[in-house]
């Protein structure tokens, strides 16, 4: 090796002040990344923190469901199906295999949505036109459609859930299950009454992903994987509900009446089998109706109920010790009382009767006589113990209370008891009617009319609830006054409902209709109330049709044919055995008679 090849590197000391130089370098080096570690762990660390969180936690906010409702027998009257919004951001328009950079027309994606949501290509196109993104296509997309549009795999496509209140039984029970709006706040009905028990426990799910999208376990609180599968169930029938309402329907029609309702109760305990109102509404379509029809009438709604009242009138009387049994009373046709004249409604004298035949002639001037011994204060004491002018304790939404006069007024002006008599001069609801008439059915008991048997998990049902009540009426009391109802149906105007095999009483009434306390020339409701069977009563049916036109129209004639139809259905679901036979209808035996006039 040369000399020229070899090369010698002479070595020197570094000057002190370079090394101190360098040294401080690296330490102000080391303490800036200190500085900014600690920095960003302590000051910004709770803020990464969270933008960390919001990228690898999904949060699912509820969308505010709604409990199902369904019939005694578990048919669907009302339930929350899952709907979607389907939104369209054509800047990301993407096909299953597309390059990820690549952007498909919206006339591409027109083409393939416009067969699965049934609407034309240009159709599709026009709504996009030359926006770029939060583009409505569609609203209202069942989960069918929805996971059909799914399938096609297509990038920029959002379907948005939300549920809408669908009612399987469209306008059958709206009368008393109402509706929501379209901005799913209750309108009517028990959706209105029982709004709390009917929203859905939920709560806002936050989940953990990891870095690929994978679900972690951690993270979840306890109980928000709880399912709400709570039902409220009712104590109606849908099958009875159907037929008390086409019958209705049919008679309101055939007499070309305002309205009417029909009512069926269970008299042991006070559970509404059917309350059918017509006319009625659907309330999936309820924006193409009258908000009149939003209200049931026969909970809110007043009337003079006339000859149905007669029965409850009679019961008192007894249990007063004013009447006897076996008693007699004089029919004139006509009397006054206070100045003012009463007649009978053919204006017919019946003279001496008992009390069976006043109700099958449905005497008002035989009513008067037989009230005549309850001291007027004792009476509108009874009147006002049956609850006429309080509220009812029931579910049913907006019930009301009667109307009754003073008790000062009652007692200080004849004619106010003689016209309560025979139903008049005081208002009550179609609802209290039935409540009172069920009174003398199960033995004297005053029992809370109700739809609702409460909130049930999962596929229970609920059984029937016991026997309740507050005993006003003695049960002898009450047996004799439906036996002296059988009578009605056996000889008197309530002929048109007897069905061989079984003992059924009732009690027609065709009532003049009051407004502002004035007599409507011409106007009448026409009723007629059943309880069945007479020897173990169970049920009691009510039915009122408000002004149907004719001059036969009678309770009779109007509402008879209806409570028949309602009958002779309930005997068939309820599965009630004939009657056992007997030779004829045994009343209490006679004692001394208490004559008027």
Same mark, same amino acid.
């Given at each position: 090796?040369?000399?020229?090849?070899?090369?010698?590197?002479?070595?020197?000391?570094?000057?002190?002040?370079?090394?101190?130089?360098?040294?401080?370098?690296?330490?102000?080096?080391?303490?800036?990344?200190?500085?900014?570690?600690?920095?960003?762990?302590?000051?910004?660390?709770?803020?990464?923190?969270?933008?960390?969180?919001?990228?690898?936690?999904?949060?699912?906010?509820?969308?505010?469901?709604?409990?199902?409702?369904?019939?005694?027998?578990?048919?669907?009257?009302?339930?929350?199906?899952?709907?979607?919004?389907?939104?369209?951001?054509?800047?990301?328009?993407?096909?299953?295999?597309?390059?990820?950079?690549?952007?498909?027309?919206?006339?591409?994606?027109?083409?393939?949505? @416009?067969? #699965? &949501?049934?609407?034309?290509?240009?159709? =599709?196109?026009? $709504?996009?036109? *030359? +926006?770029?993104?939060? !583009?409505?296509?569609?609203?209202?997309?069942?989960?069918?459609?929805?996971?059909?549009?799914?399938?096609?795999?297509?990038?920029?496509?959002?379907?948005?859930?939300?549920?809408?209140?669908?009612?399987?039984?469209?306008?059958?029970?709206?009368?008393?299950?109402?509706?929501?709006?379209?901005?799913?706040?209750?309108?009517?009905?028990?959706?209105?009454?029982?709004?709390?028990?009917?929203?859905?426990?939920?709560?806002?799910?936050?989940?953990?992903?990891?870095?690929?999208?994978?679900?972690?376990?951690?993270?979840?609180? @306890?109980? #928000? &994987?709880?399912?709400?599968?709570?039902? =409220?169930?009712? $104590?109606?029938? *849908? +099958?009875?509900?159907? !037929?008390?309402?086409?019958?209705?329907?049919?008679?309101?029609?055939?007499?070309?009446?305002?309205?009417?309702?029909?009512?069926?109760?269970?008299?042991?305990?006070?559970?509404?089998?059917?309350?059918?109102?017509?006319?009625?509404?659907?309330?999936?379509?309820?924006?193409?109706?009258?908000?009149?029809?939003?209200?049931?009438?026969?909970?809110?709604?007043?009337?003079?109920?006339?000859?149905?009242?007669?029965?409850?009138?009679?019961?008192?009387?007894?249990?007063?010790?004013?009447?006897?049994?076996?008693?007699?009373?004089?029919?004139?046709?006509?009397?006054?009382?206070?100045?003012?004249?009463?007649?009978?409604?053919?204006?017919?004298?019946?003279?001496?009767?008992?009390?069976?035949?006043?109700?099958?002639?449905?005497?008002?001037?035989?009513?008067?006589?037989?009230?005549?011994?309850?001291?007027?204060?004792?009476?509108?004491?009874?009147?006002?113990?049956?609850?006429?002018?309080?509220?009812?304790?029931?579910?049913?939404?907006?019930?009301?209370?009667?109307?009754?006069?003073?008790?000062?007024?009652?007692?200080?002006?004849?004619?106010?008891?003689?016209?309560?008599?025979?139903?008049?001069?005081?208002?009550?609801?179609?609802?209290?009617?039935?409540?009172?008439?069920?009174?003398?059915?199960?033995?004297?008991?005053?029992?809370?009319?109700?739809?609702?048997?409460?909130?049930?998990?999962?596929?229970?049902?609920?059984?029937?609830?016991?026997?309740?009540?507050?005993?006003?009426?003695?049960?002898?009391?009450?047996?004799?006054?439906?036996?002296?109802?059988?009578?009605?149906?056996?000889?008197?105007?309530?002929?048109?409902?007897?069905?061989?095999?079984?003992?059924?009483?009732?009690?027609?009434?065709?009532?003049?209709?009051?407004?502002?306390?004035?007599?409507?020339?011409?106007?009448?409701?026409?009723?007629?109330?059943?309880?069945?069977?007479?020897?173990?009563?169970?049920?009691?049916?009510?039915?009122?049709?408000?002004?149907?036109?004719?001059?036969?129209?009678?309770?009779?004639?109007?509402?008879?044919?209806?409570?028949?139809?309602?009958?002779?259905?309930?005997?068939?679901?309820?599965?009630?055995?004939?009657?056992?036979?007997?030779?004829?209808?045994?009343?209490?035996?006679?004692?001394?008679?208490?004559?008027?006039?």
């Amino acid at each position: 090796m040369t000399n020229a090849e070899r090369r010698v590197v002479n070595l020197h000391s570094v000057p002190a002040g370079r090394l101190l130089a360098v040294y401080v370098l690296l330490a102000v080096g080391l303490v800036g990344l200190a500085v900014r570690l600690a920095w960003v762990q302590i000051v910004q660390g709770p803020g990464l923190e969270a933008r960390a969180r919001s990228i690898q936690t999904q949060k699912v906010i509820p969308i505010g469901k709604r409990r199902t409702i369904v019939d005694r027998e578990g048919r669907l009257v009302a339930l929350d199906e899952e709907r979607f919004i389907l939104w369209a951001h054509p800047r990301y328009f993407n096909f299953p295999g597309d390059d990820p950079n690549g952007v498909r027309s919206p006339g591409e994606v027109s083409a393939k949505l @416009a067969t #699965v &949501l049934a609407l034309p290509q240009e159709e =599709l196109l026009h $709504t996009i036109g *030359a +926006r770029r993104s939060g !583009v409505k296509l569609a609203t209202d997309l069942d989960p069918e459609t929805a996971h059909r549009v799914r399938s096609l795999g297509i990038s920029g496509l959002d379907l948005e859930p939300f549920p809408q209140r669908i009612y399987p039984q469209g306008g059958l029970f709206a009368n008393v299950v109402g509706f929501l709006n379209q901005e799913r706040v209750p309108q009517a009905g028990l959706e209105q009454s029982r709004d709390s028990d009917l929203k859905r426990h939920e709560a806002s799910l936050s989940l953990r992903r990891g870095a690929d999208g994978t679900p972690l376990p951690d993270g979840l609180q @306890a109980g #928000v &994987l709880y399912g709400d599968d709570l039902r =409220l169930q009712l $104590t109606m029938d *849908a +099958r009875l509900q159907q !037929v008390a309402q086409a019958a209705l329907a049919k008679q309101v029609k055939k007499w070309s009446a305002k309205k009417g309702a029909a009512l069926v109760m269970d008299v042991r305990n006070g559970e509404i089998l059917a309350l059918a109102s017509v006319p009625s509404y659907n309330p999936n379509r309820f924006w193409t109706y009258s908000p009149s029809l939003f209200r049931e009438w026969s909970v809110q709604d007043l009337y003079e109920p006339g000859s149905t009242f007669k029965p409850i009138n009679l019961a008192l009387a007894l249990q007063e010790g004013a009447i006897d049994p076996g008693g007699t009373v004089v029919d004139n046709g006509e009397l006054t009382i206070g100045g003012w004249p009463i007649f009978n409604h053919d204006k017919r004298a019946n003279g001496v009767m008992d009390f069976p035949t006043v109700l099958q002639v449905s005497s008002n001037v035989g009513m008067v006589q037989a009230m005549r011994h309850v001291k007027p204060r004792h009476f509108w004491s009874w009147l006002h113990k049956f609850g006429i002018d309080t509220v009812p304790d029931t579910d049913l939404p907006g019930a009301v209370a009667g109307q009754l006069k003073s008790e000062q007024e009652f007692v200080s002006q004849p004619i106010e008891p003689a016209t309560a008599a025979f139903g008049q001069g005081f208002s009550l609801t179609p609802l209290k009617l039935l409540q009172l008439h069920a009174m003398l059915a199960n033995g004297g008991r005053l029992v809370s009319p109700h739809i609702t048997r409460g909130l049930r998990s999962g596929d229970g049902l609920a059984g029937a609830q016991a026997s309740s009540g507050l005993q006003l009426i003695q049960p002898k009391v009450a047996q004799t006054v439906l036996h002296w109802m059988e009578t009605v149906v056996q000889k008197g105007s309530g002929k048109g409902i007897r069905i061989p095999g079984y003992r059924i009483g009732g009690k027609t009434g065709t009532a003049q209709k009051a407004l502002n306390g004035v007599y409507i020339p011409g106007a009448r409701i026409c009723s007629f109330v059943a309880h069945l069977p007479i020897d173990d009563p169970r049920f009691v049916v009510l039915v009122v049709v408000d002004e149907p036109q004719g001059g036969n129209a009678y309770g009779s004639t109007v509402a008879v044919p209806v409570a028949k139809q309602i009958v002779e259905a309930l005997l068939v679901l309820e599965k009630i055995p004939p009657s056992p036979p007997q030779s004829a209808v045994k009343t209490t035996a006679p004692g001394k008679a208490r004559t008027a006039g």
